[in-house]
């Protein structure tokens, strides 16, 4: 990868319509009205990080979230909220740029590890992953009640 090629930054809210066509990928869609929305709560907290990675024309080719996780249970850690990569831009580095900088942010904010969550059916995300040296460490069940 060409790191002179892509660039990683903040988000902004004028990246919806970009974070919009991605998290559609990733099989999250929703209306460009409610990500601008979900955007703004999280640049309000600088507990948040929503980092995006654009090619030199400006074009936004993927996104990483990462939050802090203070728990009782264990010391500071992250965890990641979401990533993706474009599917025309994948295995060119853009993922583990993007993770690079999720870490980086992590511990700058004092934390002990960065820990994410994974759909048991993605075994290629679970593979670069492992490249990354990130290691399973259980299998659990996540329970959901609409409020």
Same mark, same amino acid.
């Given at each position: 990868? =060409? ?13 919806? +319509? ?14 460009? #009205? ?7 709560? +999280?640049?309000?907290?600088? =507990? ?11 074009? /936004? ?6 939050? $802090?996780?203070? /728990?009782?249970?264990?010391? $500071? #850690?992250? #965890? +990641?909220?979401?990533?993706?990569? =474009? #599917? ?14 999720? &870490?980086?942010?992590?511990? &700058?904010?004092?934390?002990?590890? $960065?820990? /994410? ?19 399973? +460490? ?8 609409? /409020?």
């Amino acid at each position: 990868m =060409d790191n002179d090629v892509w660039m990683v930054r903040q988000a902004k809210t004028n990246d919806v +319509i970009n974070i919009t066509a991605l998290c559609d990928q990733l099989g999250y869609p929703s209306s460009s #009205e409610q990500l601008e929305q979900r955007i703004r709560k +999280i640049q309000c907290h600088d =507990d948040h990080a929503l980092f995006i990675t654009q090619q030199s024309d400006g074009s /936004l080719v993927g996104w990483v979230h990462v939050y $802090l996780c203070p /728990l009782v249970i264990t010391e $500071l #850690e992250a #965890e +990641i909220g979401g990533l993706i990569v =474009d #599917e025309r831009f994948r295995d060119r580095g853009i993922g583990q740029l993007l993770m690079r900088h999720a &870490e980086l942010w992590s511990r &700058e904010k004092g934390c002990q590890a $960065l820990r /994410l969550r994974s759909n048991v059916t993605r075994k290629n995300a679970h593979a670069f992953y492992e490249r990354m040296g990130y290691k399973k +460490i259980k299998t659990s069940w996540m329970f959901r009640k609409e /409020l």
